[in-house]
């Protein structure tokens, strides 16, 4: 049992230090999902009964052939638009939803669009992928894969 614990641990560890020295291109998981989630999805997305305008922002091809999604283009997408809009009838999320995004979110999202807005599937269908071991100036101090990644971060 004490085994097994250790494994989950280090294993959990692994993935959070993953993602904490994580640089790159935006992942829609990581950092747009959460935009949607908290701001679109409750009108656009998966409930049918509570969908607005029957567009779906939860599945890449109807966000894009309705139009909402331009990938490469945040200039032609309607989503960007309706967020930076000034009529209180076209802006969204609309004012009665108290919600609003933030310069950053706004920025995310297109920065998301310009790379080809890719969508990617929920994180938990998603097979665990070991990151690559960053090197260390000090080898001596390393006496597990962990310290490697503590370190790494500290020098």
């Known amino acids: ?17 993953g993602q904490a020295l994580a640089e790159g291109p935006l992942a829609y998981n990581r950092d747009v999902r959460p935009i949607l989630a908290e701001n679109c999805f409750a009108c656009h ?27 490469g283009d945040p200039a032609e997408s309607e989503i960007i638009a309706r967020i930076l809009s000034d009529d209180p009838d076209l802006v969204m999320p609309p004012p009665r939803t108290k919600k609003q995004l933030t310069g950053e979110q706004t920025e995310t999202l297109r920065q998301w669009i310009r790379a080809g807005a890719q969508y990617q599937p929920h994180w938990s269908f998603i097979p665990p992928v070991h990151p690559e071991l960053p090197e260390v100036v000090d080898e001596s101090l390393v006496r597990n894969v962990i310290d490697r990644f503590v370190l790494a971060r500290l020098e």
């Open 1 to 17: 049992m004490k085994r097994k614990i250790g494994i989950i641990t280090y294993l959990w560890a692994l993935s959070l230090f």
């Open 45 to 71: 997305g998966v409930d049918s009964a509570a969908r607005k305008a029957d567009l779906r922002l939860d599945r890449r091809d109807d966000a894009i052939d309705f139009g909402a999604i331009t990938p």
